[in-house]
């Protein structure tokens, strides 16, 4: 009996990917003025920025229904698999409840996951679950595994705008102003499922001296877990100067890191310039 896996396009996996990763991926809609799109789909990270740069108002994302998860389980259990869905964090959208409606009518067959995470907070646990899914154990289990290994997760960004926060009614226009003029820097993270403001930094370079103090505070990294970084934006340059900066935490640990683009659903609020990096913390 095969696990398939299932995961929300807050995770910042496409469509290509999902299918490279053998999971299945449901996308969430965004909306610009009159035009709807499918969030991996039919537009891509850069495609969002384009817009969302071009565009004078935040565009609108919606949470994925019970009815599309319940097709979904539908489609991949008739051939006796077990489901393991994880998604975005329930505190940051109604998407897991959605989820968790739909897999009552799937008893004993689908077990959905919180991640209390996003973006690549997300991505990270849903690579665990991939690894796990090897090792031939339930879908129950996995899950248990899941629920478990989340905590572990840290997700700390350093965003390169105040813009997007005014805009979506986080902080005033005129704290936007004022840290536009000074070049301040905020940075968040993802803690017990929701975004929180941990610290600013003046500049880009304390700022990614800053992110290096709290991923040293946090207790390093588990480089035996997934670990990934992230930009926001139409191009990486940002997050290469922070790696050079940073190669100190990874040098003679790693060969590569991986790096992704963030996606519409943290994109919207963060807008471009944004590094960020997730990776489960060190235990013991």
Same mark, same amino acid.
């Given at each position: 009996?095969?696990?398939?896996?299932?995961?929300?396009?807050?995770?910042?996996?496409?469509?290509?990917?999902? %299918?490279?990763?053998?999971?299945?991926?449901?996308?969430?809609?965004?909306?610009?003025?009159?035009?709807?799109?499918?969030?991996?789909?039919?537009?891509?990270?850069?495609?969002?920025?384009?817009?969302?740069?071009?565009?004078?108002? /935040?565009?609108?994302?919606?949470?994925?229904?019970?009815?599309?998860?319940?097709?979904?389980?539908?489609? /991949?259990?008739?051939?006796?698999?077990?489901?393991?869905?994880?998604?975005?964090?329930?505190?940051?959208?109604?998407?897991?409840?959605?989820?968790?409606?739909?897999?009552?009518?799937?008893?004993?067959?689908?077990?959905?996951?919180?991640?209390?995470?996003?973006?690549?907070?997300?991505?990270? /646990?849903?690579?665990?679950?991939?690894? /796990?899914?090897?090792?031939?154990?339930?879908?129950?289990?996995?899950?248990?595994?899941?629920?478990?290994?989340?905590?572990?997760?840290?997700?700390?960004?350093?965003?390169?705008?105040?813009?997007?926060?005014?805009?979506?009614?986080?902080?005033?226009?005129?704290?936007?102003?004022?840290?536009?003029?000074?070049?301040?820097?905020?940075?968040?993270?993802?803690?017990?499922?929701?975004?929180?403001?941990?610290? %600013?930094?003046?500049?880009?370079?304390?700022?990614?001296?800053?992110?290096?103090?709290?991923?040293?505070?946090?207790?390093?990294?588990?480089?035996?877990?997934?670990?990934?970084?992230?930009?926001?934006?139409?191009?990486?340059?940002?997050?290469? %100067?922070?790696?050079?900066?940073?190669?100190?935490?990874?040098?003679?640990?790693?060969?590569?890191?991986?790096?992704?683009?963030?996606?519409?659903?943290?994109?919207?609020?963060?807008?471009?310039?944004?590094?960020?990096?997730?990776?489960?913390?060190?235990?013991?």
């Amino acid at each position: 009996m095969s696990i398939k896996l299932v995961v929300d396009s807050a995770s910042d996996i496409d469509i290509t990917e999902a %299918k490279e990763l053998g999971i299945h991926m449901i996308p969430m809609s965004i909306q610009f003025g009159e035009d709807t799109y499918s969030d991996g789909v039919d537009l891509t990270r850069k495609q969002f920025f384009e817009k969302l740069i071009e565009s004078s108002e /935040l565009p609108k994302t919606s949470q994925i229904n019970m009815f599309q998860f319940e097709e979904c389980f539908s489609s /991949l259990t008739e051939d006796g698999s077990e489901v393991v869905a994880i998604t975005i964090s329930s505190k940051l959208s109604g998407t897991y409840a959605s989820a968790v409606q739909a897999a009552q009518n799937f008893k004993g067959k689908v077990f959905v996951v919180d991640s209390l995470n996003a973006s690549i907070g997300e991505r990270v /646990l849903v690579q665990h679950a991939i690894a /796990l899914v090897k090792e031939g154990i339930s879908a129950q289990a996995l899950a248990e595994k899941l629920e478990e290994a989340r905590h572990h997760i840290k997700l700390m960004a350093l965003l390169g705008t105040l813009e997007y926060l005014q805009k979506g009614g986080r902080i005033s226009a005129v704290t936007a102003v004022s840290g536009a003029i000074l070049q301040i820097k905020p940075v968040i993270s993802i803690v017990d499922g929701e975004v929180k403001m941990i610290g %600013k930094a003046m500049g880009s370079k304390k700022g990614n001296n800053f992110l290096m103090q709290l991923i040293g505070k946090s207790g390093g990294i588990d480089f035996d877990m997934p670990y990934v970084t992230a930009y926001s934006g139409l191009e990486d340059s940002l997050l290469q %100067k922070y790696l050079h900066d940073s190669a100190s935490l990874w040098r003679d640990k790693v060969e590569e890191v991986p790096s992704y683009c963030i996606g519409s659903t943290i994109g919207t609020h963060i807008g471009p310039g944004a590094i960020a990096v997730a990776f489960f913390g060190k235990q013991g």
